[in-house]
Each structure stands twice: as C-alpha cells, then as structure tokens.
C-alpha cells in the first residue's frame, strides 16, 4: 500500500520556484534515495513534506492530505524529520533530546540507546557538547522517538568521519530490516545509497527525472543526473 | 570555591527556615515580614521563570497577575469583612476571608487572564511581546486606577488578615509558614515541570520553534500553557502579598512590579530552580538595608544588575556554582 503519494509538487520561496514537478511515491517498510545534484530540490521536497513551506500540488500521506495539516500536525502523523545540519536542541541533554520528542509507541529510549550505545553512554550529557556524529545520531534517534512511519533523513552523514558514518549506514540497514518505517534518504555517498535503498527518485531543476529500482540506477544516469 | 548546586539550594531553604526562627527567638518580628515579603516575591518570581527561564519568553506585564491576585483577595475580603454582597452576574456572594478559597479565585481568575493575553500576546516575539505584555500591564493598571468601587488609585485595605484553618495568621511566623509552605511546593512543582516532557519541549521550543514543529510538537500551545500556569502561580503570589499587607493597590499592576520580577530572577539566575528565591532575597535586603541609607538605592541595584549581566551570566546562582546555564 502506497504509504506516501507526491504528484506534480510545487513549491517556490517568495517569488523564487524551487520546485516545478517532484512526483515520488513510498510503500511502508522501503527505502528510497532522493537524488539529485545540489540546488535541485531535495531539501525543499523534504520540507515541503514536512509543511515548513508551502507548496501545490498532490500531497498525500496514507489517504490523508497533507496541504491541510500544520506542520507539526504532520509530524503526529507519522513524519520523522531528521534535518540537514543535525539541529538538535542544544541546551538539553541527550536524555532531554529524545524524551521531549518522544511519542508512544514502539521506539523507546532503551531502543534508541540499543541502535546508538553512544547515546546511552552519554545521556546525561548537553547536545552541545556531543560530537558533529553523535549529534547526528541523537537526530536520528530524535526522530524515531516520534514513532513514524516515513522517516526523512537529510544530508544524515554529511561531514562526519569514515567510522562515523559507518555506524549511521549500520544502523539504517538495522532500522530497514528490523522495522517496517519508510525511509526517504538524501545522500551524496552513491555507494552507500545503493547498498541499503529498494528506490530512487532523481530531482533535477525541482522536476522528477528519473524514478525506479536503485537497482536500475546505471552509470550512465548516475553521471548524467547525479555527476558522480 | 565552587558550591553544587543542590547543596546551594538546600543552603537556601534552610537558610529561609532558619532566619524566621532566630527572628521568632530574638523578638524580631520585622525579620520575618522581610523574609515574607522576599518569599511571596520568589513565589510570584517563580510563576515569571516558567515563562521566562524555561519558555524564553520576556513578558514584561507579569505584574498583571500579581495584581489579579491581590485584587481576588482584596475584594473578597472587603465584601465579607463589610458584609456587602458582591454581584457576580447570574450570582451574588458574601465574598469569603478563607485563605484557600481566595487562593484558588486568585488562581483561577489569574489563568484565566492570562489565557487570553497569551492567546494575543504569543502571536508575537522578542520586543514585540515584550511591549505587547506591556500594553496589557498598562491597560490593567489604569482599570484599576478608575476602578473607584474598590478604592481607585487610593486601592483598599483589609482591616484583619484572612484565615487559615488551625493558624492565626496574625502571628507573623504563622503566616509565613503558609507563604513558605506553598513557596516549596510551587518549587518542587517546577523542578517536576523543568523535567517533564512538557518542560522539555517548552524549552526545545525556546531554542528552536520551528524544529519542535517537525517532531510533532505545537509551539504556541506549549507556550500558552505555560503562560497560564506562571499567571496563576503569580496570582497566588499577589493574593499572598496582599493579604502581607492587608491592603491592594494599582501599584500591584504597575510595570515597575513586572520589572522587578524579572529583575530578580535575572539576580538569582534565569531558568534555575532557586533563582527567584536568591534574587528575591537579594532584592529585598537591599530594599531594606540600603533603603534605609538612602531613597536612591536603586541605583545600587542597578549597578549590582549591571555586574551581573556583564560578569556572570548565569546569576548569582551560576557565579556560586561556576555553571552560566541550568545544563552546563
């Protein structure tokens, strides 16, 4: 069942189209990377999603029209944003991260902690002070203590070091065979993407370009679309 | 020297239990109606931290509150120590002298106002919410300059402090004992609420409104709730500080009021526990001892406020600790 439906999305800042006609579509429990070189228009789909902007078009999530809904009533619905930049709530701790966001559900705190140990081991410890990966992972886990069921991931290892980014990579290929949330990923590491994405959709000058099995994502397109 | 903390507060608290006792031994007992007055402050300082220390948010008409408070236990008061009815609408009643009773109208009717000022005022931010907050200040305290039935700009007396069940409230360190009783529960209830989910993510929102929104959290009612717990936590402060004085005035609603709260928890340390205890305490010693030498010492807090902001951003609980923030 179609877990989330894009069609012909629109969206502009101020006078300025950023997107022209983002058509995407997500079934629970697959992972699709969104790709595209920059300025293209991931972000702003992305936040599109997340009804930080405003956009036209055909907006659905599991029957529910999302152009209707404020943005945090979106995220009530099952859209877990884990945002470019991290942005974790710097003055709370680890622990106060996540609870403030936590909803009911099936991800607790001790999973959270399970998926990330470094998390557990530094609960206490102020956002501010963690380092650029583990904060990553406390938006990650942010994320998943709403319970969603399309979780968003923007730029989620941009910056980080090789070990780092090993454990995200480790930790979503856990998240897609261990549970049944979508997840929409945007990332510039090609390799990684096609390791644990069942989907891609390619973004170029705010349209849909290309869309189909990761599988079926050649050098040719990749080159062409992607520049990598 | 650096103090922990929770050794600090507790520090605090037996100094506040401490001082009233060697006030009732050594027959001192304007002692202790400074110590009251410092704790109803703190108590109404408290109410203002919820907004200002966890929310962020300047309001800069909290004396609003306060001023519903005193007013709730003023007319109340009046109407049954005269034995006049007061007409409320569809009903008429004798008012009472009962404490609790006029604690939970202060309460009620402060929360109420501050609903609907919250609803207003935190469509706005930054210096627009602090002269929103003003204007209702404002608005409030010529209310009650014209309101001539309970004494304009004269305000109104009470001739006896109300009554507590098994107290004589009379007796100075009887009647601080309900101020400083209801002070430690409005403290632990904060403490509660700074660690609650909702503490939380009223302090997310502080950091980053927009954020909170994308995991699913709403900003302005967060904010709003808030608002109207700190409304009424100060209204009791006001009812209590009425009932210190036996005597309400416009005064209660005036922006100076509104200033001087926020002025004490920036003394004591915005957002920590004991911030508006340690400011209050400050403020109303330097009320007394430097008032006495001279009517300008303002100018002393002034340049006390001055160091504090330049040298010690965490107040004077932060300088003690050596920790500028709640989390640091």
């Not at chain 2, 704790?39 to 203002?48: E, H, T, Y």
């Not at chain 2, 709260?261 to 920590?272: A, P, S």
């Not at chain 2, 305490?281 to 009320?287: D, I, K, P, R, T």
Request: with cysteine.
């Amino acid at each position: 069942m179609t877990l989330l439906r894009i069609e012909n999305l629109s969206a502009s800042y101020g006078v300025s189209q950023a997107l022209f006609g983002v058509d995407l579509q997500m079934r629970q429990g697959e992972v699709t990377a969104l790709m595209g070189r920059n300025g293209m228009g991931k972000t702003t789909t992305v936040k599109a999603i997340c009804r930080t902007i405003r956009s036209e078009g055909t907006l659905v999530l599991d029957g529910q029209d999302l152009h209707v809904l404020a943005s945090h009533k979106v995220a009530r619905k099952g859209v877990g944003l884990v945002p470019e930049g991290r942005r974790c709530f710097a003055d709370l701790t680890v622990r106060e991260n996540l609870i403030a966001a936590a909803r009911p559900g099936d991800w607790t705190l001790r999973r959270v902690t399970e998926l990330f140990p470094r998390l557990g081991e530094r609960q206490g410890q102020r956002a501010a002070s963690l380092s650029g990966g583990e904060q990553q992972m406390l938006a990650i886990g942010r994320a998943l203590m709403t319970n969603p069921r399309l979780l968003i991931l923007d730029e989620a290892t941009e910056g980080l070091a090789p070990i780092v980014r090993q454990e995200i990579w480790a930790a979503l290929h856990r998240l897609k065979q261990e549970t049944n949330v979508a997840i929409l990923l945007i990332d510039k590491s090609l390799k990684e993407l096609a390791g644990v994405s069942d989907k891609a959709v390619i973004l170029e000058r705010g349209r849909t370009v290309w869309s189909g099995v990761m599988a079926d994502v050649t050098q040719d397109i990749s080159e062409r679309y992607v520049g990598v | 020297m650096r103090l922990d903390e929770k050794y600090l507060n507790g520090l605090m608290i037996a100094g506040l239990l401490a001082l009233p006792l060697w006030a009732v031994m050594a027959d001192q007992p304007f002692t202790i109606t400074l110590v009251t007055r410092a704790v109803i402050l703190a108590l109404a300082a408290v109410g203002l931290n919820i907004v200002l220390g966890i929310g962020g948010m300047v309001s800069f008409g909290h004396a609003v509150f306060f001023g519903i408070g005193g007013y709730a236990m003023g007319i109340l008061a009046f109407h049954a120590q005269t034995y006049t009815a007061l007409e409320l609408g569809l009903f008429t009643t004798d008012g009472t002298k009962f404490m609790p009773v006029i604690w939970l109208v202060a309460m009620i009717t402060s929360g109420l106002v501050a609903f609907f000022i919250g609803l207003l005022s935190l469509r706005t931010s930054g210096v627009y919410f602090i002269m929103i907050t003003l204007a209702f200040g404002q608005m409030f305290f010529y209310f009650a300059i014209s309101w001539a039935q309970y004494g304009g700009e004269d305000g109104l007396s009470i001739y006896v402090r109300n009554d507590f069940p098994g107290l004589n409230t009379l007796i100075p360190i009887q009647f601080y004992a309900i101020c400083f009783t209801l002070l430690c529960v409005v403290l632990f209830l904060f403490a509660r609420l700074q660690a609650s989910p909702f503490g939380l993510a009223l302090n997310a929102a502080r950091q980053a409104g927009t954020r909170v929104e994308t995991v699913g959290l709403n900003p302005m009612r967060l904010k709003l709730l808030a608002f109207v717990i700190s409304g009424a936590i100060t209204g009791l402060a006001g009812a209590l500080f009425a009932d210190l004085n036996r005597f309400v005035s416009p005064t209660m609603f005036s922006w100076q009021l509104s200033g001087e709260l926020i002025v004490l928890i920036i003394i004591g340390g915005v957002g920590r526990l004991m911030g508006p205890v340690i400011g209050a305490c400050v403020f109303v010693a330097l009320e007394h001892f430097l008032g006495e030498l001279t009517d300008f010492w303002h100018v002393y807090l002034g340049v006390i406020l001055l160091c504090i902001v330049l040298f010690g951003r965490g107040g004077l609980i932060g300088l003690l600790t050596g920790k500028e923030g709640a989390h640091v």
